[in-house]
């Protein structure tokens, strides 16, 4: 068994979240997932299923990852995203299998304790989960540029610092036992990552949904219900 | 019944909010809302109703919500209560500050005051304010905290109600006067795996339940 793919999971104990032993029943436990929305002005991206690679559906409104016991040995190991390498090969590690592009010397149980150690406090699950956030906004455009055109250049470095003030998060419970880190990035934000031009060039991949065509999915996506409701509906003060 | 709702484009677009406002202002800096009635706009997929969703968590601990079964058998973990017009009179109703503070215009707009007309079968479990018994109404201690401050989520198959999840205080020992309203306290979590839930009570933890708060 490569622990390094399973999920993360965690259990409720006294109404406190603890990580799950690898080898425990998986009832009753829930994973976190990671959930990134772009944001346009009059609604949000779909990326392609062929663009992505996960999944058998046409269309993703959000890119959506699961923390895996893998995810956390790289970020410990590479505290910074931006110095884990991207290629493996020549190719794009799965988005699943990110962790596969260095490989980890620890034992099954040596993992487990690592995560236990690791995920058991917000305040350093938060670390985690962030930096699996810039990995991730890290590898879009460099995967939509492997698409359409060498010719652009692309930022490959995420500055957290700079933009987690601009993003807003939210999480939920999914249907699915999946405790989800929700982020929504602002439409300014979405452009920097993802230019226009590349946008344009990349149309077999990535389109702006806008908001009626989204209401539509609204109900079965609780992630999509959700960050609609963030980004539209008004606040008051 | 006659509820309050918005123009699907008014509630989604600030610019639209915006206009609605100055349509709609008063001489007094309020704004004239208008309502509907509630069977006729209720498939309507261009007015969108807001809804307040009420949860209740014991006083000493906020984890915890109460949950019971509501009069069709099913599991629920709350009261959802659409905004009504004017009262005939205060009892058995609720009163919320839609906003003041307008932030998209810039400007104060005075607190309006809307009513939640309440069904017969919460006027118990709203009626548990010993303070004021004279008054008989749903009672919290700032008004603000019935401020609606932000929307969590769409509802409903035409997605036609926006819904405000109102977190309040309760003793679970008043609540139990009540024998109809007889539950218990419980984790959400515990709440969602269990079977027969009412489906927007669901929906209401699944967005609520802050599960990072429950790390350490």
Not at chain 1, 48 to 63: A, I, R, V
Not at chain 1, 166 to 171: P, V
Request: with cysteine; aromatic share 16%.
């Amino acid at each position: 068994m490569v622990l390094s793919a399973s999920l993360v999971r965690y259990r409720v104990e006294n109404a406190r979240f603890k990580v799950a032993h690898f080898t425990d029943s998986l009832s009753n436990t829930y994973s976190v997932r990671v959930e990134i929305f772009f944001a346009t002005q009059d609604g949000l991206l779909a990326f392609s299923g062929s663009l992505l690679g996960f999944g058998t559906n046409e269309w993703y409104f959000k890119l959506s990852h699961g923390l895996s016991y893998g995810d956390i040995y790289i970020l410990s190991e590479i505290p910074n995203p931006n110095d884990i390498p991207l290629m493996h090969n020549g190719d794009y590690p799965p988005w699943d299998a990110l962790w596969s592009v260095v490989s980890c010397p620890l034992s099954n149980e040596e993992l487990c304790n690592l995560v236990s150690a690791e995920c058991s406090s917000l305040a350093r699950l938060r670390i985690y989960i962030h930096n699996c956030f810039a990995l991730l906004l890290r590898h879009l455009p460099s995967r939509l540029r492997s698409c359409v055109d060498a010719k652009y250049y692309i930022q490959h470095t995420v500055n957290l610092h700079g933009i987690m003030n601009h993003i807003r998060e939210f999480f939920y419970v999914d249907r699915n036992n999946c405790a989800v880190w929700g982020f929504l990035i602002p439409s300014r934000l979405t452009y920097e990552f993802l230019p226009e031009y590349l946008l344009a060039d990349g149309s077999s991949y990535v389109k702006p949904v806008p908001l009626e065509q989204l209401l539509l999915f609204a109900e079965s996506d609780l992630g999509l219900n959700f960050c609609i409701a963030n980004k539209f509906l008004p606040v008051f003060f | 019944m006659r509820v309050l709702a918005f123009p699907r484009n008014v509630l989604l677009d600030p610019e639209a909010l915006k206009s609605y406002v100055i349509d709609h202002a008063t001489v007094y800096f309020s704004i004239k809302l208008e309502y509907y009635d509630h069977d006729e706009i209720e498939t309507s997929t261009w007015l969108v109703q807001p809804l307040l969703f009420l949860i209740f968590y014991p006083p000493d601990n906020s984890k915890y919500i109460y949950t019971f079964s509501s009069e069709d058998g099913k599991k629920s973990c709350g009261i959802s209560l659409h905004v009504s017009e004017s009262p005939r009179s205060t009892t058995n109703s609720i009163f919320l500050n839609y906003c003041y503070n307008y932030c998209y215009i810039g400007s104060n707009i005075y607190p309006s005051t809307f009513y939640f007309r309440l069904a017969k079968k919460w006027r118990k479990l709203m009626e548990l304010d010993k303070a004021s018994p004279a008054h008989q109404t749903f009672h919290v201690d700032r008004t603000a905290d019935l401020a609606i401050s932000n929307y969590f989520f769409f509802w409903g198959p035409y997605n036609n109600h926006a819904v405000y999840i109102l977190p309040l205080s309760f003793s679970e020992a008043i609540i139990n006067e009540e024998p109809a309203m007889l539950g218990k306290f419980t984790h959400p979590l515990e709440f969602l795996e269990g079977e027969n839930l009412d489906p927007l009570s669901e929906l209401v933890i699944r967005r609520v339940y802050s599960w990072i708060s429950d790390l350490s």
